[in-house]
């Protein structure tokens, strides 16, 4: 009939034949199509095979809304025999075998969930927000459950929290393609663990030649199990954070020993602090200078900081091992209790620290994922478990361009 032609070309159903249409109540569309090509195919390896038996129901597989109608494509898949497979269902042109929604749906679901918020995609696809997130979760673990690591020689990892009572997950990234590989509950030892012995063979783990993460024992400790010829380094990153968490330590000590003048004083420092020589404003390092006379221990544990940056310019790991040295010797010396904390935990890891210098290795890479990361948080105000944030992360950092995985005949914007 000439109007299903139409239909079929004005919904740019390609390869299907328009067999029927009817409209139902909360403007859903029922189209009737069935394989364009003359059929029953085997979905394994395309040849044709006979027919044994008719499903009793169509099977519905919703597709892209259009004009507000929620629309469904209607066909009844028969059971067929090829010659190689056995017994098995006719392949269906337009979704995978199994998905309840077309690869087009698909293909538009995905590309709206790397830009927007899952709300705004599920109002767009005509489907409630749970819809969405329980397709979504099938979609990515379906393109992701054939997909073997590869190539892994440098390694970052790092924790990140989802949730706001402090949950967290372990991330593991390929820090030469800045993607992330591999998500885990937990940040302890048995998480970290289970990705080495169950996504990596031992070749694998033995081709790693260099691993980053932070000065947490769970990960260190992993990492010199699993990975016998990787250099441990620590994420510089990290280390600088310790610092800064120190120098905080001493103000803070300060300010509760203050009285309300002295306070006046010690106002407003806090970021001052935090802040790298290279972006300090001149007003800025004139306030610090001002501190020497205005309380000498918060100016002792600034100027130690200041000057460890040094530390990552130096090129041999001989003088910066040197450097490193003198400057733990100073801050034993300070008086100043976290600053004392901290050098000895510089000590007590300064081989991954020292890394740092003959490897130029950073999770910098990973800060970048983590910002997307958090972009994607906080784009859901939070999430409450685990898997649908871990299906966003894939979705945007992950190792797997998985919009691409879709063929272009159904890529649809
Ligand atoms: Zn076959």
Redesign the pocket.
């Known amino acids: 009939m000439a109007e299903f032609k139409v239909i079929a070309k004005l919904l740019k159903l390609k390869g299907m034949k328009v067999t029927g249409v009817s409209f139902h109540r909360e403007r859903v569309v029922r189209i009737g199509v069935k394989p364009f090509k003359n059929g029953c195919r085997?979905p394994?390896?395309?040849?044709r095979?006979t027919i044994v038996r008719q499903r009793p129901e169509p099977r519905l597989w919703r597709d892209v809304p259009v004009g507000g109608w929620k629309v469904f494509l209607c066909f009844t898949p028969r059971e067929i025999r090829?010659?190689?497979?056995g017994r098995?269902e006719e392949n269906i042109p337009w979704a995978e075998s199994g998905a309840r929604v077309t690869l087009r749906y698909e293909y538009l679901m995905l590309r709206y969930c790397q830009r927007m918020t899952q709300k705004a995609a599920a109002e767009l696809l005509g489907v409630s927000a749970s819809t969405l997130s329980e397709q979504l979760h099938r979609s990515i673990e379906r393109r992701r459950s054939s997909h073997r690591l590869r190539g892994l020689r440098m390694l970052g990892i790092d924790e990140v929290s989802y949730c706001k009572r402090h949950k967290y997950a372990t991330l593991v990234y390929d820090l030469e393609r800045a993607v992330v590989v591999w998500i885990g509950r937990g940040r302890g030892r048995e998480t970290i663990d289970s990705f080495f012995e169950n996504r990596l063979s031992s070749g694998q783990r033995a081709r790693v030649q260099a691993a980053c993460c932070d000065m947490s024992e769970a990960y260190m400790g992993a990492i010199r199990e699993h990975c016998p010829n990787a250099k441990l380094v620590l994420d510089r990153f990290h280390v600088v954070k310790a610092i800064n968490d120190a120098v905080d330590e001493v103000r803070k000590e300060q300010w509760r020993q203050a009285d309300v003048s002295q306070r006046k004083a010690l106002k407003g420092l806090r970021w001052l602090l935090y802040r790298h020589s290279s972006t300090r404003s001149r007003r800025e390092t004139r306030t610090l200078q001002a501190l020497e006379r205005g309380n000498r221990r918060i100016y002792r544990a600034w100027r130690l900081k200041d000057e460890l940056e040094q530390l990552w310019h130096y090129q041999a790991p001989w003088a910066a091992r040197k450097f490193l040295k003198r400057w733990t010797t100073a801050a034993l010396r300070s008086r100043l209790e976290p600053m004392r904390k901290l050098a000895r935990t510089l000590r007590r890891y300064q081989d991954g620290i020292l890394a740092f210098v003959s490897t130029r290795l950073t999770n910098a890479v990973s800060e970048g994922i983590n910002r997307i990361v958090k972009i994607v948080k906080n784009r859901a105000s939070g999430f409450r478990d685990l898997p649908p944030f871990a299906d966003l992360i894939y979705l945007t950092v992950g190792d797997v361009d998985i919009p691409a995985q879709i063929s272009s005949r159904f890529r649809t914007l």
């Open positions: 085997c394994e390896c395309g040849r095979g090829c010659a190689t497979h098995i």
